[in-house]
């Protein structure tokens, strides 16, 4: 992880001299080994030399730029906002591997520091920064996606273990990691938000199943757990027994943070790639299709300054109206560079599923607006939580 005099070296100086330094380290550990897993990875493909990235996430922590934004305490390195917003920056224009262990470093790691007792960050924190254990998140269930207070998954107390039975999906990773953050059930079923509990789960056990989930890309990175008397230590609720509902709804407002200014550098990068395929194509001359490749560009400018802009601010407002934002710019650019293709985006590279970017894109982020919270949850949150506006009847 580095020593405590290189941590703090690496955080000395102005923002100038620190981006050099995450620029310059990046620009030399991707020359040699990890050369070849540039640009590999990503929604669509997590199966990527999946062990080849967990080796580089592993060197990663090992020179210290992992959990960068987390207290030192808790073996982060008390990055500021601006730092980590480089380093995301610099660390999409290096065109480095799609990271594994984003789930734990993202979204767990921050809910134990702020809702996990002692001995749960003790245990697990460590883990998370050396990507020791991988992490998935179990929180959506069939007839509970949108509605997470209608989970049915239960947790049962037997001595000094629960034993869970239930069903999650959509829980992207899970055939890889070796525990979940599952919501279940501990309460009667009618206490819906109040019956909730947040426990951590061992995947690695008898009574979990996994089963992939086939997309459209013809890749599998979602899947279906199936709890069936699976166990875990009664001390492994974060926060109180019933109070899940407050700890899962931390989670999800982690789920946004810097890492989407780094995301948005990624599209930029991506929109940059399109427009030199409509000029090379000699699309650019069709005055419809330039000005729509014009208006991807405002977009995308105007996405950055609105999360540039709400950067640390709280409030269930912000992380909607920046998952609408990006969710609707991502899709549409794939929708823009079918029109760029023109007919060969009709035709796969082989069969059955050999796409190429263009055709990945599109397909994979139809789900843009669905996954981590879809469109229309977001509004509904904003309608409720910050207009105010009544909710509409339950039937």
């Known amino acids: 992880m580095g020593s405590p005099s290189t941590a703090t070296y690496l955080f000395q100086g102005d923002l100038e001299d620190f981006r050099r330094q995450v620029r310059g380290w990046l620009a030399e550990a991707l020359s040699g080994r990890f050369g070849a897993l540039r640009g590999v990875g990503g929604p669509g493909r997590e199966h990527e030399a999946f062990d080849e990235r967990l080796a580089w996430e592993r060197h990663l922590a090992a020179a210290g730029w992992t959990c960068l934004g987390w207290p030192v305490e808790h073996g982060g390195r008390g990055a500021t906002l601006a730092q980590q917003l480089v380093f995301h920056e610099e660390y999409a224009r290096a065109d480095a591997p799609s990271r594994v262990n984003h789930v734990a470093e993202q979204l767990l790691g921050p809910t134990l520091i702020a809702f996990g007792s002692p001995a749960q960050q003790r245990r697990f924190l460590p883990e998370i920064v050396a990507v020791r254990e991988l992490w998935c998140q179990g ?30 999906v959509w829980t992207s990773l899970a055939h890889v990691a070796h525990w979940c953050f599952v919501l279940a059930r501990t309460g009667p079923p009618g206490e819906r938000h109040r019956g909730l509990s947040y426990l951590l789960v061992p995947m690695r056990q008898d009574g979990v199943e996994v089963r992939p989930i086939r997309q459209l890309t013809g890749t599998a990175e979602f899947n279906e757990v199936f709890f069936t008397a699976a166990r875990t230590d009664v001390d492994l609720v974060v926060g109180a027994v019933g109070d899940g509902w407050r700890v899962a709804l931390g989670t999800l407002a982690m789920e946004r943070g810097v890492a989407t200014l780094g995301q948005q550098v990624g599209f930029r990068r991506e929109l940059d790639a399109l427009v030199e395929v409509a000029r090379r194509s000699g699309g650019l001359d069709d005055p419809v299709l330039r000005d729509k490749l014009v ?36 899709r549409g650019l794939g929708e823009l560079a079918m029109e760029v293709l023109g007919a060969a985006s009709l035709v796969a590279a082989g069969e059955p599923d050999e796409l190429d970017r263009w055709q990945r894109l599109y397909l994979f982020s139809r789900a843009d607006t669905i996954y981590g919270g879809s469109d229309e949850v977001q509004r509904t949150i904003l309608a409720e939580r910050v207009l105010g506006l009544p909710r509409p009847p339950r039937p």
């Open 295 to 330: 208006r991807a560009r405002v977009g995308l400018e105007v996405m950055q300054a609105h999360a540039r802009r709400t950067l640390g601010a709280e409030g269930p407002g912000v992380a909607s109206v920046n998952k609408l934002v990006w969710a609707a710019w991502h």
């Open 139 to 168: 929180y959506s269930e069939p007839g509970a996606g949108s509605d997470l207070a209608a989970v049915r998954t239960r947790a049962v107390l037997d001595g000094d273990q629960w034993v869970i039975d239930g069903q999650k």
